[in-house]
């Protein structure tokens, strides 16, 4: 008999700016220091972290950063999740919870600077693409946004519940 892994535990919280940096390093930037990782809207931004088990065991293995931009506007930034823990849900948790909060705060919208190899990702989500692709260093990326708040649907709407997030 071949036994499968259960499903990886996981829940959605706030985080601070401390408990994601060390992340972001590994993930964004492992050339630079912690405090070069660091952008000018990260003290009036949301971080939320996609965290595994519970106590001591506790681990953060994603992070993402919500910036208002304006006043009905907030753009994520520095989207990361452990490399060992890609291809199992977190990205999906985290930008599910994103986008819950961010409608939950009254924003009308969402936006994001895609790398181009995630473009498919974020349009799962209703995200689409605006403007011609540009340069950030030497990575291609494409601006996109969605409107919200979302429309009902299948496909749209979050699959988690509002405990699961924080927030019960």
Known sequence: ???????????????????????????????????????????????????????????????????????????????????EFQKQGIGTALMEAALLRTEASGARSLCLDARIGAIPFYRRFGLNGSGAPFLKGSMEHLRMEIPLPRETGPGRGCRLSPASLGEG
């Open 1 to 83: 008999m071949i036994r499968t892994p259960s499903p990886l535990a996981l829940h959605v919280e706030e985080i601070t700016i401390e408990a994601c940096l060390p992340l972001r390093r590994v993930v964004l930037w492992p050339d630079l220091t912690e405090d070069a990782c660091r952008v000018p809207e990260d003290p009036v931004a949301l971080h939320l972290g996609a965290v595994t088990g519970a106590g001591h065991g506790k681990r953060l293995v994603g992070c993402l950063s919500l910036c208002p931009v304006g006043a009905n506007a907030v753009q994520l930034r520095k989207f990361a999740v452990l490399s």
